[in-house]
Nanobody
């Protein structure tokens, strides 16, 4: 059974940092591209960062230079280091594979991890 479990969210002041983790099981993690998404209230889910199986990374423009995606294949875990956080980064953050193993709406994806950035 495929499981993706996000953790590491919390409440932080603007300018602060958080490190999110996504622990995967039931997939061939080392050969899977991994993606972080986020969804803010009233907004569509958006792709934040992607890392290929070969650790090639992609970031949406709004987080470039502030967020870093990385992976530890020995731990089947993907990370999102978030620095210089802004209130507009407030959202529920989710991970998924690419192509996705989680389908449907964010409600179908599970709890994710809540990130709240106060101004």
């Amino acid at each position: 059974q495929v499981q993706l479990v996000e953790s590491g969210g919390g409440l932080v002041q603007a300018g602060g940092s958080l490190r999110l983790s996504c622990a995967a099981s039931g997939i061939f993690f080392s050969i899977s591209a991994m993606v972080w998404y986020r969804q803010a209230p009233g907004k569509q889910r958006e792709l934040v960062a992607r890392i290929s199986s070969g650790s090639i990374t992609y970031y949406v423009d709004s987080v470039k230079g502030r967020f870093t995606i990385s992976r530890d294949n020995a731990k089947n875990t993907v990370y999102l280091q978030m620095n210089s956080l802004k209130p507009e980064d407030t959202a529920v953050y989710y991970c998924n594979t690419d192509p996705p193993v989680r389908l449907g709406s964010s409600d179908d994806w599970g709890q994710g991890t809540q990130v709240t950035v106060s101004s």
